[in-house]
């Protein structure tokens, strides 16, 4: 259980005091803030009740999340957003050398500062106070400037929507979907019933945050998943064109797995999707895999990239990746360990090919097509051929000729399609020594 107490009753001084957090930044941000209101939201307020670090889960560096609330009669543009005039007066502050990078967002009214403070590095994401509206589950919603409590009844789950309003020389904790509750519990629950219908992705999150911090989905809430994957209410289904999902089904979705395979426990969180029958979102097939951990491990200890790999079990895996809208890289992985399986199925596991010498081997894993990478990939996914796969890469792949083109030059042969046979020649007798 987390400790209890009142965040009210303590000085402003006392809350910024934290592991990390560059001492000179509550005077900077209060300065900056002017008359405007100005709370830390989210994932930090979340770790201090709990008494972790919260740094940002690619760099490793302090990151907070900052939501502004304009004054009633706010000085300067109405037009701008108000994280947009307090980033401003930041930089202005800053100067070039305290400011490392900066982006506005125009569409939501937010924006993201990585400061160069004396102290050390830190990750600013100001929004503007907003309200989101969701003209159709699993689209973008649209988004209106609104108070800091429309700000958090938009969030995903009741540990994430508190917030410690600074201001006056105190500090003010506001709970209003019962987070500090839920933090006692361990459980994450969702802030309404029509969450996950809104953004799906939210369970994907929910599994990050069960694989982090070791909580429950909370009863009601996967009672409003289970319904919800029942009536299906987005637009498209599985089999549908891949570029027709909407962003929750697609590139929202594949960030949120990217986050939970490179930057979590991800045994644990995929254990979660699977228990709650939440693999749904990417394939049926999916769901039903029960030797993802075995494929995933191995892919690890080979180097690959973890998205891959888990949808190798899918029904159609390119048409999976084509909709997550994976990196081109990853999905040319895909189609060439498509290609390679497709070569081993003809293959009988009783037959010749067990016996095949380690050149044969190398003819058929070398032809084009297929890259290292894509060999290792299917070592991953096991099958009956994966020792002499696995030969391959670790071994068999890195031998060649004993003797360069330049040394059978020297011995007198002539550059041509003979040089380039005796070399395979060459290579092909190393290799097959090494059976013996």
């Known amino acids: ?58 760099q490793g560096v302090p990151d907070l999340d900052l939501v502004v609330e304009p004054a009633p009669i706010a000085a300067g543009d109405p037009s701008v957003a108000p994280a947009h005039r307090l980033a401003r007066r930041l930089v202005q502050r800053l100067g070039p050398a305290g400011v490392l990078s900066y982006r506005e967002h125009t569409a939501y009214g937010t924006a993201e500062l990585e400061l160069n403070l004396e102290e050390g590095p830190l990750l600013l994401d100001l929004a503007s106070a907003r309200q989101e509206i969701y003209a159709a589950p699993g689209e973008n919603p649209s988004v209106a400037f609104g108070s800091l409590a429309d700000d958090l009844a938009r969030r995903d789950f009741s540990i994430n929507a508190m917030a410690l309003m600074v201001g006056d020389g105190s500090v003010t904790l506001l709970d209003p979907h019962g987070g500090q509750a839920d933090l006692g519990c361990r459980q994450l629950r969702l802030l309404h019933g029509s969450s996950l219908q809104d953004d799906p992705t939210r369970i994907v999150r929910g599994a990050r945050y069960a694989a982090r911090l070791g909580f429950a989905l909370a009863p009601d809430s996967l009672d409003q998943w289970a319904t919800t994957l029942a009536r299906w209410p987005w637009a498209w289904r599985p ?9 929750a089904l697609a590139t929202r979705l594949r960030m949120e797995l990217d986050l939970l395979l490179e930057r979590e426990p991800w045994r644990a969180g995929l254990e979660a999707l699977q228990s709650w029958g939440a693999l749904e979102l990417l394939d049926p097939d999916l769901q039903r895999d029960r030797h993802w951990p075995w494929r995933l491990r191995h892919a690890e200890r080979l180097g690959l990239p973890l998205l891959p790999a888990l949808l190798l079990a899918a029904g159609d895996p390119l048409a999976v990746a084509e909709r997550l809208q994976l990196p081109h890289r990853h999905q040319q992985l895909l189609a060439q360990a498509g290609v390679l399986g497709q070569r081993l199925a003809v293959l009988d596991p009783g037959q010749a090919p067990a016996l095949w010498a380690p050149s044969r081997w190398c003819d058929l894993l070398e032809s084009p097509g297929v890259t290292a990478e ?63």
């Open 1 to 58: 259980m987390m400790s209890s107490f009142s965040l009210a009753t303590l000085p402003a001084s006392a809350f910024w005091d934290l592991p990390g957090l560059p001492p000179s930044l509550p005077s900077l941000l209060a300065a900056a803030a002017a008359a405007d209101g100005l709370a830390l939201v989210g994932g930090a307020v979340r770790d201090l009740l709990l008494h972790r670090v919260h740094n940002d889960p690619w």
């Open 374 to 436: 894509a060999v290792a990939l299917v070592v991953a996914a096991g099958g009956p051929w994966r020792r002499p796969l696995l030969r391959w890469w670790l071994r068999w792949r890195h031998l060649r000729s004993p003797r360069s083109a330049a040394a059978l030059i020297e011995a007198g042969m002539t550059p041509g399609p003979q040089l380039g046979q005796r070399l395979r020649q060459l290579r092909a007798e190393r290799l097959d020594a090494e059976r013996r």
């Open 239 to 247: 089999g549908d064109p891949p570029g027709l999902a909407p962003p």
